[in-house]
C-alpha cells in the first residue's frame, strides 16, 4: 500500500510516523549501548545512514533481478543477511585504505551494525510494501535518518541524565527505557501527517 | 559425556537474555502487546536457538574460525526461515502479527551470542540444552511483559476477557510507549530486589 | 599456509550455503501447498460473511479490476465483491465492499488497517459496517459532512470513519460508471 504514496510521504512515513526506533522498535541493540554519549551517537547514525541506504539498494537489486526471477524468494532471509555482513566488510575495508579520516569518524561502529536489526528490517520493508527502486532509496533515507535524529537526540538526554539525581533503582537501564517510552509517545504524535 | 543442568537452568533464570543480558530486545518490544503473538515468538526463538546450536555444535570441528561467523549466520538464517514458512502453513494470522519480526530472529544478539559462546565451544547434547534454556528464558520473558500490557491495555489475556466490562483500558500499554515504560519499571525492580540482596 | 586455510574457510561457508539452499527449496516445496490453502480458506471466509447465501465465489477481472463473482446453488450471479483502499489516519485502509445485482451494498468488511487501537480502529466493528447495508451513493457520507449523508462517524474518530465512508462511496460511483 505503501508503494501507492508519493515520496515524501513515503520519506515522512519512515522518519516519523513509523520512526524505526521509536514506534518499530528496531535496531534497538545498538542503541541504548551507544547512546551514552552524542558525540558516539552521531558516528553511528552516519555510518547507519550510510550501510542502511547502500545496503537497501543492493538488497533491492538482488530480490528483484536474482531471486525473483528464479522464484527463489524463500532464500530472501539468508542472501540479505549476507549481503549485508559481506557489504561492511567490503566497504570497511575500503574505507580504511580511501578515506582514513572518516573511518577514524565511525569506522570503528562498522561491524557492530551487521547485527544491527534496522537495516535487515529497511531491506525486508522495501520488498514487503512492493517499493520501486526509486521508493526503497527514499524510503531507507528515511529509515535511516530518523534512526540518527532519534539516537542523537536520546543521547543529549542521557548525557543530562547522568547528572540528575534519580532514586537508585532507577539509574542506568531503567531511566534509558522509560525515556524512550516518553519519546514514543512524543512521536505517536505524528500519526495524523498523513492528513496533510 | 557430562551433561550440562547448571548451564540450562542459567538461561532460564539467572542469565535471563532479556532481564539480565538485555539482549534480543526488538522483537520482545514489538510483539509483546499480545500473549499470543508472544508465545508464537518464543516458540519460534526456541525453535531457531535449538536448532542452530545443534548445527553450529555438529559442525564445530570442521569449521575454521576466520569463516565462523557467516557460516552461523548461514545456519541461523536457515532455521529462521524453515521457522517463518512453517508458521505461515499453521497458523497465517499469528504469521502475519510477527510480520518482518520474524525474519529479524536472524540479527537477535541472542543467537550469534550463543552460538559464538556456547555452541561453538560444547557437545551436542549440552548445545541443545542451552538453547532450550536460553529459549525458555526469553519466552517466560516475554510472556510476562505480554500478559502485563495485554491486561491492562485491553482487558484480555489471549483474547479472552479478563477485566470487567466496565473497564476502561489503559490504552497505551499495547502502543510502542507502554513497552518501554513495563520493561523499564520491570527492569527498576529488578535492580531494587539486587540492591536489596546485596545489603544482605 | 594462510592461503590453504582461506580457501578451505571459503569451501566450509561454500557447501553450508548450498546446503542451506536445498534444504530451504524443500521446506519451500512442502509447505506452499499449505500457505495457499490457509490464504484461500481465509478470503473465502470473510467472502462469506458478507455474502451467507453465496455457494461459490469465482475470482474474475473486468476492465482491469478484479473481483469475485457470488453464485449461488444454481450458478447464477448474486452479487460481487470488491477490494478497495482508502487513506485513512495512519496510513491505508483496505475494505471489502459486497454488492448485490442491484448495486446495492450487501457488507462491508476491513481487511487491513493502521488506525489508532480503541478509537479508529472501532471501524472493524459491526457496529459502525453494519450502516453501510442498503446504502446508496448519495446517503455515503458522514452525517456531519453532508445533510443526506447517512453514516455516523465514531466518536473520537472521524477521520478514520470518514476514510472508510469515502473509500466505499468512491468505489460505487466508480462501479456503477461502469454500467
Known amino acids: 500500500m505503501l508503494n501507492q504514496a508519493n515520496l515524501g510521504l513515503i520519506f515522512l512515513s519512515a522518519f516519523l510516523v513509523n520512526n524505526i526506533l521509536l514506534i518499530r522498535f528496531l535496531g534497538l541493540c545498538s542503541f541504548f549501548g551507544i547512546s551514552t554519549q552524542v558525540k558516539a551517537s552521531t558516528g553511528m ?21 536474482l531471486l525473483l526471477p528464479f522464484h527463489l524468494e524463500y532464500l530472501r532471509t539468508v542472501t540479505f543477511i549476507l549481503t549485508i555482513a559481506s557489504f561492511v566488510q567490503f566497504e570497511e575495508i575500503i574505507i580504511r585504505k580511501k578515506l582514513p579520516t572518516l573511518y577514524r569518524a565511525f569506522g570503528i561502529y562498522l561491524p557492530l551494525i551487521t547485527t544491527n536489526c534496522a537495516i ?11 517499493l520501486s527502486f526509486v521508493q526503497n532509496l527514499v524510503f531507507s533515507i528515511g529509515i535511516s535518518s530518523g534512526y540518527a535524529f532519534v539516537i542523537v537526540l536520546f543521547a543529549s538526554i542521557r548525557e543530562r541524565l547522568e547528572m540528575s539525581p534519580l ?13 524512550a517510552g516518553l519519546m514514543s509517545l512524543a512521536f505517536l504524535g505524528f500519526k495524523g501527517l498523513f492528513q496533510l | 559425556m557430562k551433561i550440562d543442568f547448571k548451564n540450562f537452568i542459567n538461561g532460564i533464570w539467572r542469565e535471563n537474555p532479556i532481564f539480565y543480558l538485555m539482549l534480543g530486545l526488538c522483537p520482545l518490544l514489538a510483539v509483546s502487546g499480545s500473549v499470543r503473538d508472544s508465545l508464537g515468538m518464543g516458540i519460534a526463538v526456541i525453535f531457531v536457538l535449538t536448532g542452530s546450536n545443534l548445527t553450529i555444535s555438529l559442525i564445530r570441528k570442521f569449521v575454521p574460525s576466520h569463516v565462523r561467523i557467516p557460516v552461523f549466520i548461514v545456519v541461523i538464517a536457515t532455521f529462521v526461515t524453515i521457522a517463518d514458512y512453517s508458521l505461515a502453513a499453521l497458523s497465517p494470522q499469528i504469521h502475519r502479527n510477527l510480520g518482518v519480526y520474524l525474519p529479524l530472529i536472524v540479527v537477535n544478539c541472542i543467537i550469534l ?7 561453538s565451544k560444547n557437545n551436542v547434547i549440552n548445545s541443545i540444552l542451552d538453547g532450550l534454556g536460553v529459549g525458555i528464558g526469553f519466552t517466560i520473558a516475554i510472556f510476562i511483559i505480554s500478559v502485563i500490557r495485554e491486561l491492562l491495555g485491553n482487558g484480555t489475556i489471549m483474547g479472552y476477557q479478563i477485566m470487567g466490562a466496565n473497564y476502561t483500558p489503559f490504552l497505551i500499554m499495547i ?19 539486587e540492591k536489596r540482596g546485596k545489603k544482605c | 599456509m594462510k592461503k590453504k586455510e582461506l580457501i578451505g574457510g571459503v569451501l566450509i561457508l561454500t557447501i553450508v550455503t548450498a546446503l542451506s539452499g536445498y534444504l530451504l527449496a524443500q521446506v519451500y516445496k512442502i509447505t506452499k501447498p499449505a500457505i495457499e490453502k490457509q490464504k484461500k480458506i481465509e478470503e473465502e471466509k470473510i467472502n462469506r460473511e458478507i455474502f451467507p447465501e453465496g455457494e461459490e465465489f469465482a475470482e474474475k477481472e473486468e476492465n482491469g479490476v478484479k473481483y469475485f ?10 452479487g460481487k465483491i470488491f477490494t478497495t483502499l482508502s487513506l485513512g489516519y495512519g496510513g491505508y485502509i483496505k475494505i471489502k465492499v459486497g454488492v448485490n445485482k442491484n448495486g446495492e451494498i450487501k457488507g462491508i468488511k476491513i481487511l487491513q488497517h493502521n488506525e489508532t487501537p ?15 447495508k442498503g446504502k446508496t451513493v448519495e446517503e455515503l457520507y458522514l452525517k456531519k459532512d453532508k445533510s443526506e449523508g447517512k453514516i455516523d462517524a465514531i466518536t473520537g474518530a472521524t477521520i478514520s470513519s470518514r476514510a472508510v465512508t469515502d473509500g466505499v462511496r468512491k468505489l460505487l460511483e466508480k462501479i456503477n460508471k461502469k454500467r
Open chain 1, 120 to 130: 535487515l528490517a529497511s531491506a525486508f520493508l522495501g520488498i514487503d510494501y512492493k
Open chain 1, 45 to 65: 547514525g552516519i555510518a547507519v545512514i550510510f550501510v542502511t541506504v547502500m545496503a537497501t539498494s543492493l538488497s533491492w537489486v538482488v530480490y528483484n533481478y
Open chain 3, 69 to 78: 463473482s457470488v453464485l449461488n446453488s444454481e450458478g447464477e450471479e448474486i
Open chain 3, 118 to 132: 480503541g478509537l479508529g480502529a472501532k471501524i472493524t466493528e459491526d457496529k459502525f459496517l453494519s450502516q453501510f
Open chain 2, 113 to 119: 551470542g550463543r552460538a559464538e559462546a556456547y555452541a
Open chain 2, 175 to 193: 502502543m510502542p510507549p507502554g513497552a518501554f515504560l513495563v520493561i523499564g519499571f520491570l527492569i527498576a525492580i529488578k535492580q531494587g530486589i
Open chain 1, 167 to 179: 532514586p537508585e533503582i532507577f539509574k542506568g537501564i531503567p531511566i534509558a527505557f522509560i525515556t
